[in-house]
């Protein structure tokens, strides 16, 4: 006679498939003891559970005992080890009233019992919303600030000449130049040439505050090489040397003083002037640039003349009137272009004041 135990239906469902209860409770992220107690039936498995159960051992809830309730202490059915549940036995079973939370779980949704996937279902439609207001105030905000900061000058966003050798004067620093493309205007007669000689041949019309005469003044040179030279000089003997390569490309030549005491005196509608002299044939243009310390989203403003296309073998004054919106000013300096095939080119710069 084979041996009659009590048996759940999820309990025969899982030994007649020859499954452990650890497989089971794997199977569900559960421990061992709560898949016992489901098959004692001393606690019914949670909806969510119950949906797994009935994925796994494909059955529905009424064949794995969910929708019935447990029969009274002392009256367990004997249902053999290996037999399914008879016909008579599920029939007496499903007349056994249903427990309030058992008929609670034949209205929940499957699709909705996450409680994750309700929050967001509730949550959806106002992040959404958040969200395209936070993009729409941004777009705003940075539109008006580019606004704010727009001048009627000739602002220019530059890469900056290096740093490391400049006095400290309490001055802004210099921020990333990046070089535009020079358009040249057309080059001046040469009725305004001077003379090319080394020594000084007429007084000049305004005091030099850079005469280059002993050192270059703390002169340097961006992408170029700049030295003091008694080649070719303005007035005096000497001028400061602008050697560079050619041709010039974005990151173009750059001569120029930055975060020395004398900038500070330089006036709004002061005029800037400097003597330049190109040496050899090469077509050469220049514009004076300078940078103020008022800021932007780039640092230091920056401010540009007119590009000028130089004559060659004589001395050209290049001037600049200072923005009402520049002062105070950190830098100074000269641009410098040339397209000429792959060469080496000088430029000579003397004079440089403002009045």
Not at 199 to 214: C, D, G, K, L, M
Request: proline share 9%; charged share 15%.
């Amino acid at each position: 006679m084979k041996k009659q135990v009590s048996s759940s239906p999820l309990r025969w469902e899982r030994e007649s498939r020859g499954w452990s209860r650890s497989y089971v409770a794997e199977e569900l992220e559960v421990d061992i003891a709560t898949v016992g107690r489901w098959e004692r039936e001393e606690r019914l498995p949670q909806p969510y559970h119950q949906q797994k159960l009935c994925a796994l051992f494909e059955k529905n809830a009424q064949e794995l005992g969910f929708l019935t309730a447990p029969a009274p202490e002392g009256h367990a059915q004997n249902l053999s080890l290996y037999s399914p549940p008879t016909s008579e036995q599920l029939a007496q079973s499903s007349e056994v009233p249903e427990p309030a939370r058992l008929q609670q779980s034949r209205h929940i949704q499957p699709e909705v019992s996450s409680p994750g996937y309700k929050l967001i279902l509730w949550y959806r439609p106002p992040l959404i919303i958040t969200i395209c207001l936070i993009i729409l105030i941004s777009g705003t905000g940075i539109g008006l600030y580019a606004l704010l900061t727009s001048h009627t000058a000739i602002p220019q966003t530059k890469v900056s000449p290096p740093t490391e050798a400049r006095p400290t004067t309490g001055l802004s620093t210099m921020t990333t130049r990046q070089k535009q493309t020079p358009v040249a205007v057309s080059p001046l007669p040469s009725t305004t040439s001077t003379s090319q000689t080394t020594q000084r041949t007429e007084p000049a019309s305004a005091a030099s505050v850079f005469s280059f005469e002993t050192d270059s003044q703390s002169w340097r040179m961006l992408n170029g090489k700049g030295s003091i030279s008694s080649a070719y000089a303005k007035d005096g003997s000497h001028s400061f040397q602008a050697s560079f390569s050619t041709p010039t490309g974005p990151d173009n030549p750059y001569a120029f003083v930055s975060g020395i005491p004398q900038l500070a005196t330089i006036q709004a509608g002061q005029t800037i002037s400097a003597d330049v002299y190109v040496a050899g044939s090469a077509p050469v243009s220049a514009d004076i640039s300078l940078q103020s310390t008022h800021q932007n989203h780039n640092g230091g403003i920056w401010y540009d003349g007119a590009i000028t296309a130089l004559p060659t073998g004589s001395w050209h004054r290049l001037t600049y009137a200072v923005p009402l919106a520049a002062p105070p000013i950190s830098t100074i300096g000269l641009d410098l272009y040339c397209k000429s095939p792959s060469g080496v080119v000088s430029v000579y710069i003397d004079n440089v004041s403002w009045r």
